[in-house]
């Protein structure tokens, strides 16, 4: 049975185009998850990396139809993590640089019903553009003690309107929405990366700013008195070595002052 014959149209041709073109020009490109951005932020964060990055948002067909006609067989690993719900961010950064360059232009987003809190969720005591009104019921529906000043609601006292990984009901959601309150944070997620230089492609790419600094300072507490008892000499141990060789010296001249008994003495 002879197969069918898809039809192609010229501008399907001419975005698969573009895509390769930019995937043999550029070193970098990585397959983002833009699942659940709103539009209005997914604008946002594309502006602030438009120095750096080029942004495309292709169907899955067409960009599966450009990493194989890019020619490299080592993209064939990067089609795995292609769905429906991607951008392609193609840039001269190394794949992880800008990985982590999206973590740092998170967007804070305001919360959902249902969603989990990340951290607790605190409303401040202070004013608010609020005016009295339904607000008033709504607000104290949650909690919250409010007081009227110069015609404005405001808090008279900080309130916990959820705690971490407790599930955010509606009028939560709906209080804070109207403080302005925004308690998440969204970004474009890496799900793979590939390295057009190295001919590698990175299909676990984690950031987690944090939690590296957190190991760093660990690894480091432990490094230094290693390094000092070992007499690795640098910046960071030449002060406790000195320090070292003092003690040292001073033990010496603690012994050589030590009356000697003679071989007589004490018998």
């Not at 608010?128 to 015609?151: F, H, N, Y």
């Not at 070992?230 to 320090?243: A, E, K, N, P, R």
Request: aromatic share 4%; net charge positive.
């Amino acid at each position: 049975m002879t197969k069918p014959i898809t039809h192609v149209s010229e501008e399907k041709k001419k975005v698969v185009k573009e895509l390769v073109e930019l995937i043999k020009k550029k070193k970098t490109f990585l397959i983002v998850s833009i699942k659940g951005i709103p539009a209005s932020q997914f604008q946002e964060m594309v502006k602030k990396l438009r120095d750096k990055v080029v942004v495309k948002v292709p169907k899955r067909n067409l960009i599966i139809r450009a990493l194989e006609t890019s020619g490299d067989e080592n993209m064939k690993n990067m089609e795995a993590t292609i769905n429906e719900n991607v951008a392609m961010l193609f840039s001269d950064m190394d794949c992880f640089e800008l990985a982590a360059e999206l973590v740092k232009n998170k967007s804070p987003a305001k919360a959902k019903a249902g969603q989990e809190a990340p951290e607790d969720i605190e409303v401040p005591a202070g004013p608010t553009d609020l005016v009295p009104g339904p607000a008033i019921s709504e607000l104290g529906a949650v909690g919250i003690q409010i007081q009227i000043d110069k015609g404005k609601i405001a808090i008279k006292e900080s309130k916990i309107v959820a705690k971490k990984g407790q599930k955010i009901t509606g009028p939560v959601a709906d209080i804070l929405s109207k403080l302005d309150i925004k308690p998440f944070s969204i970004s474009l997620v890496p799900l793979g990366g590939y390295d057009s230089t190295e001919k590698k492609a990175y299909l676990n790419i984690e950031i987690n700013l944090e939690k590296t600094l957190a190991e760093l300072k660990t690894a480091f507490g432990k490094s230094l008195p290693f390094a000092v008892d070992i007499g690795y000499v640098c910046d960071d141990t030449i002060s406790f070595l000195l320090q070292k060789a003092g003690r040292h010296e001073l033990a010496l001249e603690n012994l050589s002052n030590t009356p000697q008994l003679n071989d007589g003495e004490g018998k």
